[in-house]
C-alpha cells in the first residue's frame, strides 16, 4: 500500500482516484476507503494525505524560504520529545505534501548539514515509530534516488531469503511485476541491485521454485 | 516506452495453438472450483480519456506507459487473444496461463492493453473479463504469490494498483490474511 499511495506523481494518484471513482459500488473517492485499508493511525494519517492533499505538480518551483522553514520544523521534530500523535502528523504534512524537488532540497540541506541523507537520520532515529519511519523514508527516497529506494525494496522482500526462509514472495512478485513496466527503470535497479548485492537480481530469482521462479525470470529477462 | 515485439513470421513455438494436442489429452483433468473472493476490478472504461496530465511523464509507475503508442504485431496479438480464451474458456484454463509466462512479460503495457481491448470487442456480449479472469485465477492450485504477480501482468499498472487497493479493502473488511501481510511488509 505504501508502494502505491506514497511518493507517487500528483497525476498518478488524481488519475487512480478517478478510476475508482468510476468502478467503485458507490463512485466515492479514493480517501473514502482509507479508514477501510489499514488500521494503523500513521498509516492512516499518511494516506489520508496521499490522497485527499494533491502534491504540488513536478513542475512547480522550488521556494527556498519555504525548504528554510520545513529544515528547522523536522530539525525540530526529531530532536524534541514531540507526542507520537503530533510527530507523524507534522512530519507527514511536509514529507507528503511536498514535490520530489522541494524534498531533495531538503535533503540536500540535511547532507550539508549533519553529513548524511535525512532518510537515514529518520530510519535511525528512536523518537519515530517503525510505521512513520517506514512511510518517512520511503516518500523521501522516492524523491531523491527512485532507483535505490526499489533496488532497497527488492531486498527488503527477499530479506531472510535462504534454505530456511522464504522471504516474502507475495510482496516480491508484485513489486518485480510494477517495476518490470518500465524497461530502463527496471534495468537500473538490476544494475542497482548488482553494485549493492554484488550479485545478479536473475540469479536470486532462479533460486525460487516453480511457476513463480519461471515467471520473475521472465519478468527479469525481458 | 514501447519495445519491439516479434515480427509477423516470428511466432514462438509454445503458442497456445501449437499445444492443443496437449490441451486435449489433458482435457479430462479438472480444477476443483471455488468462488471467488476478489474484489471487482473491471477494464471497461475503453473510451475514458488518457489522464489530464500536467506533461507526457516519462517517469517510473506513470500510468500514462498504458497510452504509449503499440506495435504488437498481429500475430502476436492473436496469440495473446488465444491464451485469454483458453484461460478463460478452455477445459484446462490452467495449462494456457502456463503457457503464456514466456509470452506476456515480453509485452508492454499499452501492448496489454491492447490485447484486453481487443478481447472485450470480441466478447462484448459474453461475461466480462476481469472477473472471469479472476475466478480462473482463484481456483489454480498455483502459489498464491505466481497468481498475484500473473494478475499485474494481465492487469496492467493502473488496473493492478487498483485490484490491490480493493482487495487490501475486502481482506479488511473480511479479515484476509494474505494481501494484509503484504501491507504490513509493505
Known amino acids: ?222 | 516506452m514501447p519495445k519491439n515485439t516479434h515480427a509477423a513470421t516470428d511466432e514462438p513455438a509454445n503458442s497456445v495453438e501449437n499445444v492443443s494436442g496437449l490441451v486435449k489429452a489433458l482435457e479430462k483433468l479438472s480444477i476443483p472450483a471455488k468462488p471467488s473472493t476478489g474484489a471487482v476490478v473491471e477494464d471497461t472504461e475503453e473510451n475514458a480519456p488518457p489522464p489530464m496530465y500536467e506533461f507526457e511523464s516519462p517517469l517510473p509507475y506513470s500510468y500514462t506507459v498504458e497510452h504509449s503508442p503499440t506495435n504488437l504485431s498481429q500475430s502476436c496479438l492473436e496469440m495473446d487473444l488465444k491464451t485469454f480464451k483458453h484461460a478463460l474458456t478452455g477445459s484446462i484454463p490452467g495449462l494456457a496461463l502456463r503457457l503464456s509466462i514466456d509470452t506476456f512479460p515480453q509485452r508492454t503495457a499499452s501492448e496489454m492493453a491492447l490485447v484486453r481491448s481487443e478481447f472485450r470487442k470480441m466478447n462484448e456480449t459474453k461475461k466480462t473479463f476481469i472477473p472471469a479472469f479472476d475466478e480462473v485465477l482463484d481456483v489454480l492450485t498455483v502459489p498464491s504469490a505466481f497468481k498475484l504477480a500473473y494478475r499485474g501482468l494481465v492487469l496492467g499498472p493502473l488496473l493492478f494498483d487498483l485490484w490491490i487497493l480493493q482487495n487490501v479493502f475486502s481482506s479488511q473488511r473480511s479479515n484476509n490474511s494474505r494481501i494484509l501481510r503484504a501491507e504490513r511488509i509493505s
Not at chain 1, 15 to 43: A, C, M, N, W
Not at chain 1, 47 to 58: K, S, Y
Open chain 1, 1 to 222: 500500500m505504501i508502494d502505491i499511495l506514497i511518493g507517487r506523481n500528483a497525476d498518478d494518484l488524481h488519475y487512480l482516484d478517478i478510476k475508482f471513482q468510476r468502478q467503485s459500488e458507490s463512485h466515492g473517492r479514493l480517501s473514502s476507503i482509507v479508514g477501510g485499508l489499514t488500521s494503523s493511525p500513521e498509516l492512516l494519517a499518511a494516506f489520508t494525505i496521499a490522497t485527499v492533499h494533491v502534491r504540488p505538480p513536478a513542475s512547480q518551483p522550488v521556494d527556498p524560504s519555504l525548504v528554510v522553514a520545513d529544515v528547522q520544523e523536522i530539525g525540530r521534530l526529531l530532536s524534541v520529545n514531540c507526542p507520537l500523535q503530533s510527530l507523524h502528523d507534522e512530519l507527514f504534512d511536509i514529507l507528503l505534501r511536498r514535490n520530489d524537488h522541494h524534498l531533495a532540497q531538503i535533503n540536500l540541506y540535511f547532507r550539508m548539514k549533519e553529513g548524511k541523507d535525512l532518510y537515514k537520520i529518520i530510519r535511525k532515529s528512536s523518537t519515530i515509530s517503525k510505521v512513520t519511519r517506514k512511510v518517512a523514508v520511503h516518500a523521501i527516497r522516492s524523491a531523491i534516488d527512485l532507483v535505490d529506494r526499489d533496488v532497497a525494496l527488492l531486498r527488503l522482500a527477499l530479506e531472510g531469503d535462504g534454505p530456511m526462509s522464504r522471504g516474502n514472495n507475495d510482496v516480491l512478485g508484485v513489486r518485480v511485476c510494477r517495476m518490470h513496466w518500465y524497461r530502463q527503470h527496471w534495468l537500473r535497479v538490476q544494475e542497482g541491485f548488482r553494485a549493492v548485492m554484488n550479485k545478479n537480481l536473475l540469479d536470486v530469482l532462479k533460486s525460487k521454485g516453480g511457476l513463480f521462479r519461471d515467471l520473475m525470470v521472465a519478468l527479469t529477462r525481458n
